[in-house]
């Protein structure tokens, strides 16, 4: 079993910053892909921020500049700094990674967090 484990949400003012952090544990042999998807009240999953085994990054277009996508490969762990939050940043935030379970299975799966939330308001 895999566990992506999400931190750091929370209520913040607009202009301010939070850091998102999340930790996957269990039966991984190597994880590719992590990266960071929201979702707002009454809006489909989107892609926030993507980063590769090797730390190459992609970002949405409505973060550049502002979130910054890093990871700790021997912790597992990715991390989304938010900085100059608006309004409409407001949103569960979802981890998620493409893991490699088993040096045995050479397929990867993709698995999920249950989501931090993320308020931007004042």
Not at 22 to 46: D, H, L, T, V
Not at 65 to 82: C, E, H, P, W
Request: hydrophobic share 35%; proline share 2%.
């Amino acid at each position: 079993q895999v566990q992506l484990v999400e931190s750091g949400g929370g209520l913040v003012q607009p202009g301010g910053s939070l850091r998102l952090s999340c930790a996957a544990s269990g039966s991984i042999f190597e994880i590719n892909a992590m990266g960071w998807y929201r979702q707002a009240p009454g809006k489909e999953r989107e892609s926030v921020a993507i980063i590769t085994s090797g730390g190459s990054t992609n970002y949405a277009d409505s973060v550049k500049g502002r979130f910054t996508i890093s990871r700790d490969n021997a912790k597992n762990t990715v991390y989304l700094q938010m900085s100059s939050l608006k309004p409409e940043d407001t949103a569960v935030y979802y981890c998620n990674a493409e893991i490699r379970t088993s040096r045995a299975i050479f397929r990867t799966m993709h698995y999920w967090g249950k989501g931090t939330l993320v308020t931007v308001s004042s």
